[in-house]
């Protein structure tokens, strides 16, 4: 059984997307494998995209804002957070990345993301590495 780790990530703004890649890296133990990500919460999720240019980040919020309003009157979701909710679903909660070499198998822009739609808060990504042999 492999052991499951946990880091903590503060976030500072309500949404925003944390580029995690350099801590998860630093966390893998293994020359290849698999890497798994879990994001235990309802209001925050998890992705892999451009860390490039920090706009896709941007351009990413933005598209969710415009698509889901965060005061929308038909949600009924009492905490005033309903719009976190749903964005945090459309991004999903986990990911599997192959290890390679000791380093995750990302392509040459691609970060992965930790995405705060809920923010300011203390938030956890569970990581389990699955070792090859």
């Not at 052991?3 to 133990?29: A, G, H, L, M």
């Not at 020359?31 to 798994?36: A, I, M, S, T």
């Not at 351009?59 to 415009?66: G, M, P, Q």
């Not at 038909?74 to 309903?82: P, S, T, V």
């Amino acid at each position: 059984m492999q052991v499951i780790q946990v880091i903590n990530v503060k976030t500072k703004k309500r949404e925003e997307f944390v580029d995690i890649t350099d801590i998860i890296s630093s966390r893998i133990d293994k020359k290849d494998g698999v890497l798994f990500l879990f994001v235990p919460h309802t209001t925050c999720g998890i992705t892999i995209n451009e860390g490039y240019d920090p706009e896709v980040c941007g351009d990413i919020k933005r598209a969710l804002s415009d698509l889901i309003k965060k005061d929308e009157p038909y949600f009924r979701h009492l905490e005033g957070n309903a719009d976190s909710h749903i964005k945090a679903s459309i991004m999903g909660n986990s990911l599997s990345i192959f290890i390679r070499n000791g380093k995750p198998s990302l392509g040459t822009w691609q970060r992965i993301f930790l995405c705060e739609f809920d923010g300011p808060r203390e938030r956890e990504v569970w990581i389990k590495i699955m070792s090859d042999g």
